[in-house]
């Protein structure tokens, strides 16, 4: 039974990990695909979206079975709670890939970002790819020191996140409404997947250390 | 043992109802801020905020204890999973009621809807309303008829986020960037509180069928 215990949370560890990988791919792809209008890049992230959703199905159904069968305590406890949590920030994440996705798909075979704008997506992407590595090391290796630099990045996403709008609401700035309703959505989009890893960056430190920060 | 295990899910659920309620109220004021452009409604929503998230985190350790001191299998277990994923969209339903307050101070004293989306931004908060209210019976008494009814609302709720685009995307629509921009933004808050309320309330059909929908 003990050894059975053991191996689901490994089990559960492992899901977690090959999702935070997955929703790396997603994002670092649909990047790709939205800056160069690639349309079947662009589909790929999609269908690929329905794997993401399938291992956040298969983690929720372990953890679940895990609290059923085995009643886990402390440590073991916060390891199954944790879980949960970053199960949800990771499906997020995968979620906001494939809206970025989606956004390439509308406009094709326009690219959606201006040439103005080409450079802040392509720092937004990379700061996308840096916490989705971070938040998968974290998770693989209970690292709380790679968890907590996760603030960090989420800052810098955030200034390129204003950034797009200090250029929007500049007198030079003569896009259509289509293209400026877009770079505001995409722009949230980023801005939130990196929040979300932030959350799953709390919740291993919490599982680390058993306390909120 | 029993009798205080049974008072732990009644509060749980307690806790549950009064989330729902405030983010109700929430959005039903932070609406009428953003059609006022109502500084003082704003803030207050803003300020209330806090006791919503400090209710998310009452939950969480209710739920968190309950797990740790009672094991609860079955049917039990249920409620203590699904409380997790409905406090979870709960917190996240007031955020978004506290980001269209946010809208709404940042062009103070101008309204951010222009007068001819004064109508539709009226009804998303009025679906947003019913939403919220359906969630509130659904998690009270486990109602899974009106749990159900979530997705339709949330159809509602889909259309008119449409038809904001669509009345964008017209020639006739020579509103500043920086208006699409907050239109845009407003739009998806209204669109993804209504999600929220949609997950949970197939939270509440897994809790009362023990089937996902």
Redesign the interface.
Known sequence: MRDEYRADLVEVNRLLVSMAEAVRVAMHNATSALLKADQTEAEQVIARDAEIDALYRLTEDKV?DL??RQ?P??SD?RVV?TA??VA?DLERMGDLAEHVAKATLRRHPMCVVPDVLIDTFEQMGEVADRVANKITTAISTSDIVIAGQLDRDDDTMDALHRSL?ER??TAD?H?S??T??D???LG?YYERYADHAVNAGRHVVFLVTGEAN
């Open positions: 679940y609290l059923a009643a305590v402390a406890l709670f949960i949590h949800g709008f929007m609401f700035w896009e409404t289509e400026s309703v770079i505001a959505l949230r």
